[in-house]
T-cell receptor, first 113, second 116 residues
Framework: KQEVTQIPAALSVPEGENLVLNCSFT??????LQWFRQDPGKGLTSLLL?????REQTSGRLNASLDKSSGRSTLYIAASQPGDSATYLC????????????FGKGTKLSVIP | GAVVSQHPSRVICKSGTSVKIECRSL??????MFWYRQFPKQSLMLMAT?????????EQGVEKDKFLINHASLTLSTLTVTSAHPEDSSFYIC????????????FGPGTRLLVL
């Protein structure tokens, strides 16, 4: 059974700082991995999707890396802004055919103006 | 972009009543939809996978007779919480996979259920 751990559980940084969120998963046989953002009481917004054959994916100020063999992924946020404050969730995908995601508890990010 | 809606966004009900939550893909056809449950400060837990026209596949520990799922069309799946109890109070979120774009799940905004 896939287990996903996200560290740290919470993070508070001043505006403008670069930061890294960590995700580890126990079963490296994944199809892809997604990073999501969740605002309080809201649904999920997909940020980045990394295929199992890829090492990293970039979108704007976000960069996600994947080391499938070691079961790790990181989300790098450059020049953080108060609007980045949210909970960030990592979710590896079980495999083609099922497309089921397993979620970590997330990292709650607060960017202080 | 692909949009998934849920209705209602929030519901309060008395213990013992049944509650139906709808999940709709607004601008695409979804052959597969997923239902998740999220308790406060916890991760999203997959409850069931719903495929259009067939019975849902439930995760271990999820009672299929309590959480009825119907995926009658390519744009609509419903989750009915039968005889709801306070411990069923949670945030229920659905997601959908677009036919032909099977890698990305699009999530609904969630439904907050409070059972008194």
């Amino acid at each position: 059974k896939q287990e996903v751990t996200q560290i740290p559980a919470a993070l508070s940084v001043p505006e403008g700082e670069n930061l890294v969120l960590n995700c580890s998963f126990t079963d490296s046989a994944i199809y892809n991995l997604q990073w999501f953002r969740q605002d309080p009481g809201k649904g999920l917004t997909s940020l980045l999707l990394i295929q199992s054959s890829q090492r990293e994916q970039t979108s704007g100020r976000l960069n996600a890396s994947l080391d499938k063999s070691s079961g790790r992924s990181t989300l790098y946020i450059a020049a953080s802004q108060p609007g980045d404050s949210a909970t960030y969730l990592c979710a590896p995908c079980r495999g083609a055919g099922s497309y089921q995601l397993t979620f970590g508890k997330g990292t709650k990010l607060s960017v202080i103006p | 972009g692909a949009v998934v809606s849920q209705h209602p966004s929030r519901v309060i009900c008395k213990s013992g009543t049944s509650v139906k939550i709808e999940c709709r893909s607004l601008d695409f056809q979804a052959t597969t939809m997923f239902w998740y449950r999220q308790f406060p400060k916890q991760s999203l837990m997959l409850m069931a996978t719903s495929n259009e026209g067939s019975k849902a596949t439930y995760e271990q520990g999820v009672e299929k007779d309590k959480f009825l799922i119907n995926h009658a069309s390519l744009t609509l799946s419903t989750l009915t919480v039968t005889s709801a109890h306070p411990e069923d109070s949670s945030f229920y979120i659905c997601s959908a996979i677009a036919s032909g774009l099977r890698e990305t799940q699009y999530f609904g905004p969630g439904t907050r259920l409070l059972v008194l």
